[in-house]
């Protein structure tokens, strides 16, 4: 009888562990789920603040160039106007990815070349001196933006190791 209830004592305490154990399995690959779905939104985020910002800011460099042309060529103050109020349109469009892109990265790499993109597609407006001018202040505004893309795509790449793609520590 004493044998039947250790038999039986040790299948309840072998059972319970087994469901402790059990249980911390789930719970760690539900821990993990849900840091790579974090991780994964994170990514996408960061790709669509990329996407916005490389956008707006091209938008925004060929309407300035456009801008600069017609100032350059003596169109009527009609044109002019017009392309002046595109320009504050294309460079209120680049307010929004702009933060977004300093809230969801702190890589100094990316938020440095996204500054240079900004400062350099801004300062287009400064080069309506000449045609030359002019031309010279587009390169440079695209130069930075290609830039800026292979330094977003640099750090997104999947491979890369980042904190939003960390390993589960070990234990």
Known sequence: MLATLITAALAIV???LGAIVSGRFQERAAERQVRVSHGEAIRRDRLEAVTALACAASD????????GDVVLKGAGPERIEAL??????????VTRPLVALRVLFEDQAVRAAADRMITLTYAIRDAY????????AREAAKVAHDDFVNAAAHYLRPASTHPT????PTR
């Open 129 to 136: 001196a000449t045609t030359e001018d002019l031309t010279a």
């Open 84 to 93: 002046r109020g595109e320009s504050h349109m294309t460079r209120s469009a």
């Open 60 to 67: 925004h460099r060929t309407t300035m160039w456009r801008r």
């Open 165 to 168: 793609f960390e390993q589960e």
């Open 14 to 16: 072998a059972t319970l």
